[in-house]
């Protein structure tokens, strides 16, 4: 094929996000090692008129696997958290808040007394009594 059929090549793959990782392979209709510009992701595709865009599969798993990290790590929290209230002896009176820091509504289990305690901060009941105002129905057992 002819220079300006190379250099064609190289605009269409250009066009659709691709950069070439090999010297062009002769004809347009032979696979040809290319690079997305966005995600890194590396494929042997045809330079010709039929060349579509990267899908960023690579993106997508690294997403996925961002988000199962992040998943292990409040599964983790909670299971620390958690342990934590028993050997202080309390309950929480709501789902975790999720974030390091947060409020949490929280009750003594001896007196019933409820009230908001930083997740991170959680202390054992003075046994002072009912507790805060505003807090939330007590669990059922």
């Keep these: 094929m002819s220079k300006s059929g190379e250099i064609l090549a190289l605009e269409r793959i250009q066009a659709v996000g691709y950069r070439p990782l090999e010297p062009f392979p002769g004809r347009v209709n032979l696979r040809w090692l290319m690079e ?10 045809r330079p010709d008129h039929k060349l579509k865009p990267c899908e960023h599969k690579e993106r997508e798993r ?9 998943k292990r790590f409040l599964d983790a929290l909670l299971a620390v958290r958690t342990r934590t209230l028993g050997t202080k002896n309390l309950r929480a009176l709501e789902d975790h808040p999720g974030v390091e820091g947060e409020l949490w509504w929280v009750e003594c289990k001896y007196c019933g007394r409820k009230w908001h305690m930083r997740e991170d901060k959680l202390r054992a009941c003075p046994h ?5 105002e505003g807090a ?6």
Excluded: S, V
Excluded at 63 to 70: M, N
Excluded at 128 to 132: C, Q, R, V
């Design 36 to 45: 997305c510009t966005e995600c890194g992701e590396q494929q042997r595709l």
């Design 128 to 132: 002072k009594g009912t507790g805060d």
């Design 62 to 70: 690294q997403r996925r696997a961002d988000e199962a990290a992040d």
């Design 136 to 141: 939330p129905a007590k669990p059922t057992p």
